[in-house]
């Protein structure tokens, strides 16, 4: 194997690692992400302040307040992390196949072309 060769053999190695290296660290970063609901996005606000401050509540009133509404993924901004993480990892999984696939019919070519007819 010539210099040449074997240096454009480790191009390629550098080459897809670096592009797994930078899938995994955009879709943990979607993965990891939570959305933070917009201020006012509670559908019960607070009481407001009485006037009085005398008045008497029964027991317990304000000990539990409501609960926060769900805020669903597509209302947030779209597909959840996971998703996004499996899509990247399927994507990568069949990116590596094809070059695999593809190595294997350059070697068989080449030792097609080698061996004499």
Do not use: D, E, F
């Not at 317990?60 to 996971?82: D, E, R, S, T």
């Not at 190595?103 to 004499?116: D, E, F, L, T, V």
């Amino acid at each position: 194997m010539n210099p040449t060769c074997a240096l454009g053999h480790l191009a390629r190695i550098l080459a897809v690692l670096a592009a797994a290296a930078l899938t995994v660290t955009v879709t943990a970063a979607a993965a990891l992400a939570t959305p933070h609901p917009a201020p006012g996005w509670n559908k019960h606000p607070p009481a407001p302040a009485s006037p009085q401050p005398t008045i008497r509540y029964p027991p317990g009133w304000n000990k539990h307040p409501p609960l926060p509404a769900h805020v669903h993924a597509l209302a947030a901004g779209g597909m959840p992390g996971w998703q996004i993480t499996l899509i990247a990892a399927a994507a990568v999984l069949a990116v590596a196949i094809a070059a695999v696939l593809l190595a294997r019919a350059s070697a068989a070519r080449r030792r097609a072309a080698a061996s004499p007819a």
